[in-house]
């Protein structure tokens, strides 16, 4: 587990800096337990994030700065920042691994549902990010989120998507985000 922290007490040490890998096994826990005297420990690990890579296609240049912007802060790895659909579909056709498409509705040279199609046939889930979803969005998309919008609900957003796709209900479903079929 990455970023695995040992609470002993009030204090916190960080045992285990990326080098960890799996769960601990018996012997590691005797360990720990040595170290701390024998104390009660809580040890917390971070889940892996199953949905890393994003491609964000947005036109308006200042949402979509902010939006690499806070993305990258939080974490995930922005594939590219486009604003055309004539962009977006080669980068879909090739082998690029991305996890999520975040696409506008609205783009100057197009429809965002061209590129949730070329996203869904590859397998590739979409969350439209539009200040109006579009009817077909429920068969496109895994969820759309209404602008304007605040980074915490992008991100809360993500995370609905990244549960629900997982099979687990999400901890939070953002306002104005509506959630889809998780098969999508």
């Known amino acids: 587990m990455a970023g695995l922290i ?6 916190r040490e960080n045992i285990c800096d990326r080098s960890c890998s799996g769960a601990l096994g018996p012997e590691s826990v005797t360990t720990i337990s040595r170290a701390t005297g024998g104390l009660s420990v809580m040890l917390f690990g971070k889940k892996k ?19 690499e912007y806070f993305l990258a802060e939080a ?15 080669p980068i879909l056709a090739s082998d690029t691994v991305i996890d999520l498409v975040l ?12 590129v949730a199609r070329a996203a869904q046939a590859r397998g590739v889930p979409v969350m439209f ?26 991100i809360a957003a993500i995370e609905a998507i990244e549960a629900t ?3 687990i209900a999400p901890k939070r479903v953002p306002f104005g985000f509506k959630l889809f079929d998780a098969k999508v």
Request: aromatic share 4%; glycine share 8%; proline share 5%.
């Open 6 to 11: 040992l609470w002993i007490g009030r204090q």
């Open 49 to 67: 994030r199953q949905i890393v890579r994003l491609l964000v296609v947005e036109d308006e240049p200042l949402v979509a700065f902010d939006t």
């Open 75 to 89: 974490k995930f790895t922005i594939v590219a920042t486009i604003d055309r659909v004539a962009d977006a579909l």
């Open 103 to 114: 696409v506008d509705v609205n783009l100057a040279d197009g429809s965002g549902i061209d």
């Open 129 to 154: 990010v539009t200040g109006s979803c579009p009817v077909e969005a429920t068969t496109l998309a895994a969820g759309c989120l209404s602008k304007p919008y605040a980074p915490r609900d992008l």
């Open 165 to 167: 796709r997982g099979g």
